[in-house]
């Protein structure tokens, strides 16, 4: 009993360290405006099948002040039980507003799976 205890302790750790708990940020220096957008997105096979591009042109229109992609506590959990099969990422898009915002410049777009609705 304990030896079968210490076997799915030992299993859960590795598939923690192995469910890719990356978080990146971008910020451009931009005022955020208090709009925050959160888009879910399913990744497979840790995260090594599946992209899309978001469109923060079409989601802030003032600009963006930064956006961020990163495996929530839900997507880790739903990486763990899967074995990784199944990985999902949130991204995070503030809006930018207030003296100095203006249209995000052309390009900045962040890599990542569409969700059911499209976006």
Known sequence: MRSRLAR???LAAVLGLASSCLNHRFTTGAPPSGVTIYTHHPYFIAGLIGEA???????????????RNFASGIDLILTIVTVSIYSPRTTEVVCAGGPGSGP????????????????
């Open 104 to 119: 995000t410049p052309r390009g900045y777009a962040v890599q990542a799976v569409p969700t059911e609705d499209g976006r």
């Open 8 to 10: 799915v302790v030992a």
């Open 53 to 67: 591009v978001v469109d923060v042109d079409r989601l802030c229109p003032d600009g963006v002040a930064s956006i």
